[in-house]
């Protein structure tokens, strides 16, 4: 299989991907991680290629695992943040990306809170643009990443139960990991407070319950979700405290899971609001084996997007 099969110089969400598409990423990602095991972490894949990593919006994980993706790949970065650059002085985000482009880059990274923004670049640049998140519509790189952990731990995607918890309503992480696993064939559960759970979440073939014990019954995967409350307009719950005897996900409550469910959460944690710590640091959890596979999802994204053909783990 070559690189066409992504069918695409962008990656702006995993809604447009195949089975086939989303294999070879899980495939090329896993072959990736031993570059991080090594002494020297570094080959000369994409040397000569340069990266823009574009963020209008907060990032930690996401951010910096693009920035070592991409130095392990050897491509030359550059860092764009909002604050400190000409946006500040009302340059529009079209001109602003346009003027980057007249740097000639080969791809772009972009996070922004408005949805639809790669999609609006990756039709005007000719570069290629990867969605690092856009508002709450889609997170293409963590489900990869989320999907990647899970095939580790539990061998496989099909036929898994997976429930997602939390803020369902505002992630662009649920989005994209409904389709990621709706595609490669497992089942999946969104639990939220009424308030948090869009109406008609079901069409998008998904089974909805406000009961956190059933969905985590069920489970092989439980994935925990961070309270946005930087995209909730008003107060959607009574108080944390009430939150967190509902929904919160404590060593108590994982003890109704089968007992071989693992725990993920994409991250920034809220702890004492939508996990504990005697779960999230515990050994059912696999949030910072998430981390680390970001990378190496991020190096396959990367490679398969600018490489051009399957990686065979030459130096
Ligand atoms: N999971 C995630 O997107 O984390 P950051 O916001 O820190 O990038």
Known sequence: MTVAALRSK??????????????????????MRSIGQRPIKKVPALRGRMVVNLFFEASTRT??????????LSADSLNFSAKGSSVEKGESLLDTARNLQAMSPDLIVIRHSSPGVPHFLARHLKAGVVNAGDGAHEHPTQA??????????LGRLEGLNVSMVGDIAHSRVVRSNIWLLKTMGAKVTVCA?????????????????????????????VMMLRMQLERQGK??????????????????????????????????????????????????????EQVANG?????????????????????
């Open 144 to 153: 990869l990443l989320d999907a990647l952990t899970i095939r580790q731990r």
């Open 63 to 72: 951010r910096f695992s693009f920035e070592t993706a991409e130095k392990w």
């Open 295 to 315: 990378v190496a999802v991020r190096m396959a994204v990367l490679y398969l997007l600018l490489g051009g053909h399957p990686w065979e783990g030459e130096a």
């Open 193 to 221: 407070p009424p308030t948090l759970l869009p109406p008609r979440i079901e069409e998008m073939g998904v089974a909805a319950t406000t009961d956190f014990d059933a969905a985590l019954e069920s489970a092989d995967v």
């Open 10 to 31: 962008d990656l702006v969400g995993i809604e447009p991907l195949t089975p086939d598409e989303i294999t070879l990423l899980l495939d090329t990602a896993e072959s």
């Open 235 to 288: 107060s959607l719950f009574p108080s944390v405290r009430e939150y967190f005897r509902h929904y919160g996900l404590d060593a108590k409550r994982l003890a109704r899971a089968k007992k071989d469910a693992i725990v993920m959460h994409p991250g920034p944690m809220n702890r004492g609001v939508e996990i504990a710590s005697d779960v999230a640091d515990s050994g059912r959890s696999v949030i910072l």
